[in-house]
């Protein structure tokens, strides 16, 4: 089954906060990343989280992790038309390995 | 540097032909992956070097698939006989990372769609 989860679609008003949602099931998950990719263009990292962490704010964009629950999320403050886009949620796991895994993405569409 | 770059941008091939795609990572980088990435879906893992040591493989990386990093900088990713499965975007992306360092704060290229007809 899916090592990560993630709602497929996520409409929002521009000017509105977008909350992305993503769960995972590796709980020795180590680092936990958000992905942009917008259309036809590759993946742009725009953050990410150590598993101690519960909090990460980078300017407009909050991270939350709950570990107990295997929760993510991103907040994008003010969402802008620029921000259309879908948003990946990855893990990498303490097992050894160097792979993300991939959650299938929510494409997030910001209606003027 | 302006990032991790890879040509072609596009492919497409008929059944049953080989194809080799390139990436070169950012400079400094030490560690380069291959990812792969259909229609719909997040990218999948293929295959990851630290220099030019192939050190991990997903089983999605059938024996037709074959990766090279032979001087540690550039990489090549090879398809033998495609198959119309293959058809997808094939993601390099590279980091820096040092020794037993866990995070992989990878960039991304803009990859090469390949379509097999």
């Known amino acids: 089954g899916e090592d990560v989860e993630q709602s497929l679609f996520l409409s929002v008003r521009e000017g509105d906060s977008s909350v992305i949602n993503c769960t995972y099931t590796?709980?020795?998950?180590?680092?936990l990343y958000w992905y942009k990719q917008e259309p036809g263009a590759g993946l742009q990292l725009l953050t990410y989280?150590?598993?101690?962490?519960d909090m990460k704010q980078d300017q407009r964009l909050t991270v939350l992790l709950n570990k107990k629950d295997k929760h993510l999320s991103l907040r994008i403050a003010d969402t802008q038309t620029g921000d259309s886009a879908i948003y990946f949620c990855?893990?990498?796991?303490?097992?050894?390995?160097?792979?993300?895994?991939f959650g299938k993405g929510t494409k997030l569409s910001v209606i003027p | 540097d302006t990032g991790v770059s890879q040509d072609p941008r596009h492919k497409i091939t008929k059944r049953g032909q080989n194809v080799t795609f390139r990436c070169d990572p950012i400079?400094?980088?030490?560690?380069l992956y291959w990812y792969r990435q259909t229609l719909g879906q997040g990218p999948e893992f293929l295959t990851y070097?630290?220099?030019?040591?192939?050190?991990?493989k997903s089983r999605l990386l059938s024996d037709r698939f074959s990766a090279e990093r032979p001087k540690g900088s550039f990489s090549t990713l090879e398809i033998q006989r495609t198959e119309q499965g293959d058809s997808a975007m094939y993601l390099c992306?590279?980091?820096?990372?040092?020794?037993?360092?866990?995070?992989?704060?990878?960039?991304f290229g803009q990859g090469t769609r390949l379509t097999v007809v």
């Open positions: 990855a893990e990498i796991t303490g097992a050894g390995s160097y792979q993300l895994t």
């Open positions: 590796d709980s020795s998950s180590t680092y």
């Open positions: 070097f630290q220099n030019e040591a192939q050190l991990e």
């Open positions: 992306a590279s980091s820096f990372a040092g020794s037993g360092e866990m995070n992989t704060e990878a960039f």
């Open positions: 400079s400094e980088h030490n560690r």
């Open positions: 989280i150590f598993s101690n962490m």
